[in-house]
């Protein structure tokens, strides 16, 4: 590892997660440390509460389908949801630069207030601070969450209870998020316009755990893409996952920025997008339930977990070939989210 | 208000609840959303939870008696423990500019692990960001917490248990935070080492409510200082606080540099120090409790909770006069914390 920090080392990739090992994971440890998941599983009472926290640091702070602040908002909310609890309570804390427009700070919390209203979530406490002009770019924030969770929905975030033959589920296209951010960045022009994904799922992914849909884990497809998660959930496991090329649900803008670009498709960053490992018995009905969404209504599924690949994850191609997939090395694009 | 943000904005002080009350609570408002006060109290189940959230932005990042790293897991930890929680959780959200050592990364993680242990409390939540060379000023770091709350010390952070007669207790000197961190940034050389006063306060904090003390109120002395609390504490009440100069413990180094850079000891931040509202029957028994622990051993009566002055904080001066206490207005040290 390099002696100081580099952006791969906030690209949620390989190098993100050397570096929780090495440092964070190192000294932080505790039983209920949660190092990779997307939130802590924790005990308060005869409850049990789920606890996120993310910082967000996009660049630019407004793009198509959304702005810094519903991001923060829907990635919280998003975290709460894939853990298997119902989001409940937000904190806000923001980072400020000297001579930030107020009228840009008020349009972000207004939408804030606006994401967390329609999710059914409170932001309930909060944090500014102001740095001088050139400490800070623009504006950076942090939300923090809590959801309860009930017994039965505990093993999701750990995916213990994944077997082989479980369905591997997307709930739409990958890469809106990262492509918008891209094309917003270098002023590219779609025929269509093109958005972030950016939206909370808590909506539907409470549908499918309240129709007993046999949900084994759930995870939000952020930074580090689809072939992250994949990577580090069959990471000494005695499953693999076998994912379809043909069934991956990828727009025709994206390929074409993707071949401009050198991107790759599974490495693609999402702010709407979760990957579920789901019973075979239940996944037909959880992709009707999902379809019901917005959020959801180009689910498919993209692939099981299978016994042949044992601690891998694979990609059949298009053209019969066998890749496996790996976490993301080095950096796709900085400052995504 | 200026239509941009200023450095007065993050003063703690009166635009930053200016800029709360017309951005954020406008926005955000709802019955659980505690704006001015130090967290959040929720119902979870059958507990009651505080939560809190805080971003420092501290520059020196290492300064006497600790850095960036102790000063957020403190931070954290106190603004539960005044709430009259019992802290338990803390998310470690980290902003860092590229570049940044890794081995100073590794020392402030291992510092807040340390506080985290002596203080009882577990670190199980985080996340990394890494932003471009220039795009933040070294490290960022935002801790949020969760802690337990007995109904018995729920009035706590609202003070709507305030009597006339009640005591102001401070547990030692003021401005020992900020007098560090200012010696450190003009390079002021003491006699005597000076270090920041940053500590986690919730064990003494416990032993007070353990012994059935009536707390009535309690807040950490942060940014805006002892003066923008008691003014925050008593507008629009039926009450008013009355200190007295002489009980004020300033220490002669502080009371020096006060003179010498213009600043009011009432306005300095500190990370160690707590302004308590206590019964008059119990005060005397709440100094020998602060009095056991180290973050207590100056602690001292400062005045009390009077009729004569409703709505209003007053200081009785040295030479006999009388002095309105208000909230910081303008901005004494930026990024103190």
Request: net charge negative; aromatic share 8%; hydrophobic share 40%.
């Amino acid at each position: 590892m390099p002696n100081i920090i580099t952006l791969s080392h906030g690209s949620g990739g390989k190098m993100t997660s050397d570096l929780i090992r090495s440092t964070f994971a190192h000294f932080f440890y505790n039983p209920a440390l949660n190092v990779f998941g997307d939130s802590a599983i924790l005990n308060a009472g005869s409850s049990r509460l789920a606890f996120t926290t993310d910082s967000y640091v996009i660049d630019p702070i407004f793009f198509p389908g959304g702005n810094i602040g519903k991001l923060a908002i829907c990635g919280t909310i998003n975290d709460l949801a894939v853990a298997g609890a119902i989001p409940h309570y937000i904190s806000a804390a923001f980072i400020i630069e000297e001579g930030f427009p107020l009228d840009q700070l008020k349009q972000i919390a207004k939408s804030m207030a606006e994401t967390a209203s329609q999710a059914g979530v409170l932001i309930v406490t909060g944090d500014t601070k102001v740095v001088k002009h050139g400490q800070c770019d623009k504006i950076f924030i942090n939300t923090s969450g809590i959801g309860f969770l009930a017994n039965k929905n505990e093993h999701i975030s750990s995916g213990m209870k994944i077997c082989i033959g479980d369905q591997i589920l997307l709930n739409g296209f990958v890469g809106d998020h990262e492509i918008c951010i891209l094309a917003a960045r270098e002023n590219l022009q779609f025929e269509k316009p093109f958005e972030s994904d950016v939206a909370p799922l808590n909506t539907m992914i409470k549908a499918l755990l309240d129709a007993d849909i046999e949900v084994k884990f759930m995870r939000d497809i952020t930074r580090g893409g689809l072939a992250t998660i994949c990577a580090e959930l069959t990471e000494n496991k005695a499953f693999g996952i076998a994912i379809e090329e043909q069934l991956l649900p990828v727009r025709e803008e994206t390929k074409g920025i993707c071949e401009l670009y050198g991107f790759d498709p599974l490495y693609l960053a999402n702010e709407g997008k979760i990957v579920a490992v789901i019973s075979r018995e239940t996944a037909g009905k959880a992709i009707e339930i999902m379809k019901k969404f917005s959020t959801g209504k180009d689910a498919v599924i993209i692939g099981e977990i299978t016994d042949t690949y044992p601690g891998k994850s694979v990609m059949k191609t298009i053209t019969g070939g066998l890749r496996i997939i790996d976490r993301l090395s080095g950096m796709q694009l900085p400052r995504i989210c």
